[in-house]
């Protein structure tokens, strides 16, 4: 068992060095959200999506895309740290139809 942890403590740190040195770029992140994937379900949503700009008050800048009706009921997506809202897909192709759903990194 500490064997595993160790390899998993260098692996993060691997990981940590490479974000470091800029090795995961903006082109290699775009290319991880349209991918596809043989479970159907998980692929981007098939639905019109608009994009919609925000800017907190601290000035961050988030990526909110819009799903569904803008009259039927609002469903918000808000995933944890490191994930983005491609791992809505599948609630998002499930609601889109009946639903207005925003997500937003």
């Known amino acids: 068992m500490l064997a595993k942890s160790m390899m998993t403590l260098a692996a993060a740190r691997s990981m940590v060095s490479h974000l470091e ?7 290699f992140r775009a290319g991880l959200r349209t991918r596809s994937f043989a479970t159907a379900k998980l692929n981007a949503p ?8 925000v800017t907190t008050t601290d000035g961050a800048q988030l990526r909110v895309h ?11 997506l808000v995933h ?4 983005s809202i491609e ?18 990194d």
């Open 21 to 27: 040195t800029g090795a995961l770029t903006a082109q």
């Open 66 to 76: 819009v799903y569904g009706p803008d009259t039927a009921p609002t469903l918000v």
């Open 46 to 53: 098939t639905a019109e999506h608009r994009i919609v700009p």
């Open 80 to 83: 944890g740290w490191a994930c």
């Open 87 to 104: 791992y809505w897909n599948p609630q998002i192709t499930a609601f889109a139809g009946e639903y207005r759903v925003v997500s937003y």
